[in-house]
Structures are given as structure tokens and as C-alpha cells.
């Protein structure tokens, strides 16, 4: 399956979807999941669930990532159809990024994970100590 899918025709695209397999090293979905569950990828989508953003806005709700890092991320998710850009003719020029319906699904299942994982981290914790304290940490 090592095709490039932009390129392929629509009988074609089918039959390589059809096939897809996540767990194989050159499935197409690997892309896809990395730009959804990247570490700004699932902040992006968790802030965009409530409402939508200024491109300036985001990155204040999306603490520590850096201007380029939020520039690439939004250009990902929008061209994997997770968020929609609208750019307004005004003066100054107005950007707002919202979430497409496949972007609501995504960025639901992602913030049921990022819920899980501030949920546990004092057991993650706890695990940690118990690996550092018997490894002689």
C-alpha cells in the first residue's frame, strides 16, 4: 500500500481505503492520526469544541505552543478536514478557525482522552515512583 493516496483515482482511492489497516506501516490513517493526536493537534481540538478562535485567541487558550507549531497544526487539521479557516475581508484581516463536523467527532474522542489522562495521573504517578523506587532512582 505504499501509494501516494492524493494521487489516486476515485475506484482507486476506494480500493486502497478499503485496505486500510492502521496497524500497517504505510497506511494512510497513520498520517491522519498523527495530526489528531499530536500534542497540539488534541489541544487545538479540545479548545476549538466550545467555540471558535482568532488564530491570536488560540494561541493564549493553548499555553506554550509557539506561533509556528499552531500555524502548522491549523494547516494539518484543516487539510484533513477537521477545521474550517474563514478569513473575513475586513480591515484589519479577521481569521476565525472552527470545527468541521468531522472535527467535532475527532476532537470529542480526544478530549474523552485528555479528560482520562488528567482524570489518572495520580495513579500514573504512583506508577512512576514505584518504577523509579525500584530501579534506584
Known sequence: MTVSV?????AELRSLLAEADVMAADCPSRG?????????????????RERSYRFSELRRAVEGVSEKMLAQTLQALERDGFVHR???????PRVDYTLTPLGHTAAEHVWTLARWTQDSLPEVFAARARYDEARGR
Not at 492524493?6 to 476515485?10: I, Q, R, V, Y
Open 86 to 92: 474563514d478569513a473575513k475581508p475586513v480591515v484589519p
Open 6 to 10: 492524493e494521487k489516486e483515482s476515485g
Open 32 to 48: 491522519v492520526l498523527e495530526h489528531v493526536t499530536s500534542r497540539w493537534g488534541v489541544l487545538i481540538l479540545v479548545a476549538l
